[in-house]
């Protein structure tokens, strides 16, 4: 039952600190301007509210209120749920929040976002708010056929793959990060399906000769980067990122804070014993906080133009040299070099082995052959010959020689049914 009612003002009282009523020229209360009233809701709970400055007024508002409130509780209408109160925010109020709690804790392990995935979220987000043209949270209701159609429409602008992933990406979590809190009554975009995100260009590792051509003819300050890019696996930003005091004197490495490792997990990366010590000679007299390496910003573009000078081709049938290559020849050498699965994926900071070996750790084509013509000398060999030089095959040799059979010179067995065979007389 709703029933209708007035407030009056108050004040605080210097002399006691308590609250007392404001009193007119009359020394009457002062009532509000608008009216309230009290309702009793669908779970039994009474509930106060304010209504108009006209009571009658007021007393209808009540009284539709109380209406609503006993259909649900008879069952006439559902229930109200936690989203019917955020579904009429502004998108960019909600996408906000969103954005501040991923720089607080949206990062792996409860940790922030880096800035540039903070940055991208957020440019992301605002082409989603355009191109859908949403102003509401509720406009993300039933909005799958229409991200569906603006992707279609962005992958015929001959956008990759990766891209488009993206882009989906970022709107799939913020509709996911509002389900989550009870913003939206049911995730949107649930349904979607992901885009085929197989690199259109495979990335290759340089070869070791490769590598000591390209160290030949770069720049000082790009020779140290290469060299240290080649022998510890850093990625670019982290290489950005570095600082003088990242020097781990005791184990003669560097450091790689968490807040810039990808993983977000602090480590120590080993370094030889004489690069460790022209980075300290260079590093002498510079701020604890200056970078120690300088990196620069294109940083592809800087190393096809010392490729060009080396003369290694940036394009081959195995694939295309880029910084990241870097990353993928210190791999590869780990490899070549005998280091164990477990001791690559560690150096490498990766989370399993599978991506250590099957993403970063390369083959080469002439290895490969190498390896072959190995099982089949070692095949060879236990039949008498190489795969150099093949003479008579020494199986059944004689016993084929005594009965009249003779083998060429060059394959590797007779056909079964040149040899001519006898019952035993048993």
Partial sequence: MAYVFRTFKSKTDPATGKRVPILDSKNRKVPHDQWRFQITDH?????????????????????????????????????????????????????????????????????????????????????????????????????????????????????????????????????????????????????????????????????????????????????????????????????????????????????????????RLPSMQPLPQDLFEALKESAQGKDPDAPMLWVPTHTTDSLRKDLEKAGIKEWTPEGCLVFHSLRYSYITFLDQAGGTAKEQQTLARHSTPTLTMNRYAKTRQGRLSELVEQVGDSINAALGYTTTAQPKIAVMGKAMESRGLMVEDRGFEPPTYALRTHRSPN
């Fill in 43 to 263: 779970t039994g709970n009474r509930r106060i509210m304010t209504g108009h400055a006209s009571r009658s007024e007021t007393e209808k508002l009540a009284a539709s209120i109380q209406q609503k409130e006993d259909d649900i509780r008879r069952g006439y209408r559902p229930a109200p749920t936690s989203a019917d109160q955020h579904t009429t925010r502004p998108i960019t109020e909600v996408m906000g929040e969103y954005l501040q709690w991923g720089n607080s804790q949206g990062g792996l392990r409860g940790g922030p976002w880096s800035k540039g995935h903070y940055d991208h979220r957020q440019v992301q987000l605002e082409w989603w708010t355009q191109k859908l043209g949403l102003t509401l949270l509720k406009d993300l209701d039933g909005g799958l056929p229409r991200v569906e159609a603006a992707l279609r429409d962005f992958q015929g602008q001959g956008r990759t793959g990766k891209t488009l992933s993206n882009h989906a990406d970022s709107l799939r979590s913020f509709c996911r990060w509002c389900f989550d809190r009870g913003y939206l009554e049911d995730d949107p975009l649930k349904r979607m399906q992901g885009f085929d995100t197989a690199p259109m260009t495979q990335r290759r590792a340089l070869t070791l000769e490769e590598a000591q051509r390209l160290l030949a003819v770069a720049s000082p300050e790009a020779r140290i980067v290469y060299q240290v890019a080649l022998t510890t696996g850093l990625r670019r930003g982290e290489l950005m990122q570095l600082k003088v005091s990242d020097f781990n004197h005791d184990t003669g490495g560097l450091n790689v804070r968490r807040e810039i490792s990808k993983n």
